[in-house]
């Protein structure tokens, strides 16, 4: 009775081990057939790799710290043109007066305008 026993015990053992090979088996044959669909799902879905993204991660950061950059330099420029230009107003104001006062006015109807023969 004794052998018997233990020869039951060896076919259950070695049933239970089988079975866990299959089973280890069925586990690793559902996780290639789910990561080959889940690889072609992605493929379809046409999505970006992730050195992909973070490659135009990084030109979209250094494209928006040039663009600062620029702004500054447009703002300083524009500054510097605002200071400027009350200078050079009153410049072409002092000018226009000194003209004004030392040219006689021009009419057309006046003998002594320079005309084209006609």
């Known amino acids: 009775m004794v052998q018997t026993t233990n020869r039951f015990f060896d076919e259950v053992a070695r049933?239970?081990?089988?079975?866990?090979?299959?089973?280890?088996?069925?586990?690793?044959?559902?996780?290639?057939?789910?990561?080959?669909?889940?690889?072609?799902f992605l493929r379809d879905l046409d999505v970006v790799k992730r050195e992909e993204f973070e490659a135009v991660k990084d030109m979209a950061r250094i494209a928006r710290e040039e663009n600062e950059a620029l702004k500054a330099r447009v703002a300083a420029l524009e500054t510097?043109?605002?200071?400027?230009?009350?200078?050079?107003?009153?410049?072409?104001?002092?000018?226009?007066?000194?003209?004004a006062a030392t040219e006689p006015p021009t009419d057309p109807s006046s003998p002594n305008v320079d005309r084209p023969p006609g």
């Open 80 to 99: 510097t043109l605002r200071e400027a230009a009350p200078k050079e107003r009153a410049f072409e104001s002092s000018n226009t007066d000194k003209t």
């Open 15 to 40: 049933l239970m081990n089988d079975a866990a090979g299959v089973a280890q088996g069925v586990r690793r044959e559902f996780e290639t057939l789910f990561r080959n669909q889940a690889e072609r």
